[in-house]
């Protein structure tokens, strides 16, 4: 994802819903479009021309109406400057510009535009990426034969090889660690099927409003990294499901911002992993998520020996020890955090449908393959 992280951090500000002092919200239309069944939303910080593209592959959009809401984390370069122009040139966009003082983090900038939506349909958009014409339509669709179906997941390809998958839906193993369907795979029609998926990834999603009012949106204590898929996790759990659709293309530049050996990126993502299962996970799979944990690391380091895998991708000793140290203080601030998700692993009881085993069916029905987690790059 482009919009991670900055140097005017406001992290430790309440949640979204709760607060509005220092933000700065600019209407490019004159009220809102009662006919637009979808609020679309993007995320930026720092990252002009990606937003500027990100909003020329929205003004493309056939067949549907929709609102565009653009939040901005405290951005220093020509990005309010961008929504505005995009605003001018395309007033089909309808677009809201939310310009925070700070950057608030990819979760709560969401919310943000969560709570300022009205259309009945919710999408995410990552300012990294760019939609093909028909990515909204398609999507829609998704949620027109079954109400249960609560969000919907594209198929985004690589920018820079788009004849490679960058995720096609999502998998997990059952320590926690989620990752794309096909993440890294050429495409050569293995994933051209409407289909049962887990969960959306956040880069080119769509939810049904109706599904988020019941069970809230991203966790923001996650901030950046595994957010979306414990929103997806915590609807499935809620009884809500999720479908693939192959038609919804989006084309994604991968790590815009920290990069793929990001040590950052690594931390919050091991850290992340920990309070995804202790959240939602049942106790059957979290008492074996040591031994779990422990054999994922151990195909890795096998696999990142021979060159292969996302430890690959930190060469040498000190590469190594660089990725392991961010392991370990991912860890540990997880560690620090479990007494706050076991309350809210609690609170999730609350709009529980599915029994614990049956989240351990899901949980194992949808698991990535230990080589296909640890031998190939995301």
Same mark, same amino acid.
């Given at each position: 994802?482009?919009?991670?992280?900055?140097?005017?951090?406001?992290?430790?500000l309440?949640?979204?819903a709760?607060?509005?002092?220092?933000?700065?919200? &600019?209407?490019?239309? /004159?009220?809102?479009?009662?006919?637009?069944?979808?609020?679309?939303?993007?995320?930026?910080?720092? /990252?002009?021309?990606?937003? +500027?593209?990100?909003?020329?592959s929205?003004?493309?959009q056939?067949?549907?109406e929709?609102?565009?809401?653009?939040? !901005? +984390?405290?951005?220093? !370069?020509?990005?309010?400057?961008?929504?505005?122009?995009q605003?001018?040139?395309?007033?089909a966009?309808n677009l $809201?510009?939310?310009?925070?003082?700070c +950057?608030?983090?990819?979760?709560?900038?969401n +919310?943000?535009?969560?709570?300022?939506?009205?259309?009945?349909? #919710?999408?995410?958009?990552?300012?990294?990426?760019?939609? !093909?014409?028909?990515?909204?339509?398609?999507?829609?669709?998704?949620?027109?034969? %079954?109400?249960? #179906?609560?969000?919907?997941?594209?198929?985004?390809?690589?920018?820079? %090889?788009?004849?490679?998958?960058?995720?096609?839906?999502?998998?997990?193993?059952? =320590?926690? &660690?989620?990752?794309?369907?096909?993440?890294g795979?050429? %495409?050569?029609?293995?994933?051209?099927?409407?289909?049962?998926?887990?969960?959306?990834d956040g880069?080119?999603?769509?939810?049904?409003?109706?599904?988020?009012?019941?069970?809230?949106?991203? =966790?923001?204590d996650?901030?950046?990294?595994? !957010?979306d898929?414990?929103?997806?996790? /915590?609807?499935?759990?809620?009884?809500?499901?999720?479908?693939?659709v192959?038609e919804a #293309?989006?084309?994604?530049?991968?790590?815009?911002?920290?990069?793929?050996?990001?040590?950052r990126r690594?931390?919050?993502?091991?850290?992340?992993?920990?309070?995804?299962?202790?959240?939602?996970f049942?106790?059957?799979?979290?008492?074996?998520?040591?031994?779990?944990?422990?054999?994922?690391?151990?195909?890795?380091?096998?696999?990142?020996?021979?060159? $292969?895998?996302?430890?690959?991708?930190?060469p040498?000793?000190?590469?190594?020890?660089?990725?392991?140290?961010?392991?370990?203080?991912? %860890?540990?601030?997880a560690?620090?955090?479990?007494?706050?998700?076991? $309350?809210?692993?609690?609170?999730?009881?609350?709009?529980?449908?599915?029994?614990? $085993?049956?989240?351990?069916?899901?949980?194992?029905?949808?698991?990535?393959?230990?080589?296909?987690?640890?031998q190939?790059?995301?």
């Amino acid at each position: 994802m482009a919009e991670r992280f900055g140097s005017a951090d406001c992290t430790s500000l309440p949640p979204a819903a709760e607060r509005r002092s220092g933000e700065r919200e &600019q209407m490019f239309f /004159r009220r809102f479009p009662e006919s637009a069944e979808i609020s679309v939303i993007v995320v930026n910080w720092n /990252r002009a021309e990606l937003l +500027n593209n990100a909003l020329e592959s929205l003004a493309r959009q056939r067949g549907v109406e929709f609102e565009t809401i653009v939040v !901005d +984390n405290g951005s220093v !370069d020509r990005s309010l400057e961008v929504a505005a122009q995009q605003a001018a040139r395309h007033p089909a966009l309808n677009l $809201r510009l939310i310009a925070n003082p700070c +950057n608030r983090g990819f979760c709560a900038a969401n +919310n943000q535009g969560i709570a300022a939506s009205r259309a009945a349909l #919710v999408a995410l958009l990552n300012n990294d990426a760019e939609a !093909d014409a028909g990515w909204l339509a398609a999507l829609r669709r998704a949620f027109q034969g %079954d109400v249960a #179906v609560g969000m919907a997941a594209s198929k985004i390809l690589v920018y820079e %090889d788009p004849s490679r998958i960058d995720k096609a839906g999502h998998l997990i193993y059952p =320590d926690g &660690q989620n990752r794309g369907r096909g993440s890294g795979e050429p %495409d050569v029609g293995q994933y051209e099927r409407v289909e049962e998926t887990l969960w959306p990834d956040g880069c080119a999603a769509m939810y049904r409003r109706a599904m988020l009012e019941q069970i809230g949106g991203f =966790d923001e204590d996650f901030y950046a990294y595994g !957010d979306d898929a414990e929103l997806g996790l /915590r609807a499935r759990i809620a009884g809500w499901t999720c479908l693939y659709v192959p038609e919804a #293309v989006v084309r994604h530049h991968r790590a815009a911002t920290l990069g793929l050996d990001s040590s950052r990126r690594l931390e919050l993502i091991e850290r992340n992993r920990v309070l995804l299962a202790a959240k939602l996970f049942p106790w059957s799979l979290l008492w074996l998520n040591g031994g779990y944990y422990l054999t994922r690391i151990g195909a890795g380091m096998w696999a990142a020996a021979r060159g $292969r895998g996302e430890v690959s991708r930190y060469p040498g000793l000190g590469g190594k020890l660089r990725a392991a140290t961010a392991l370990l203080k991912g %860890d540990l601030k997880a560690l620090g955090m479990l007494p706050r998700m076991l $309350r809210r692993r609690r609170e999730v009881r609350g709009i529980r449908k599915l029994t614990p $085993r049956q989240v351990r069916e899901l949980i194992l029905r949808y698991r990535i393959g230990l080589k296909a987690l640890t031998q190939q790059t995301a």
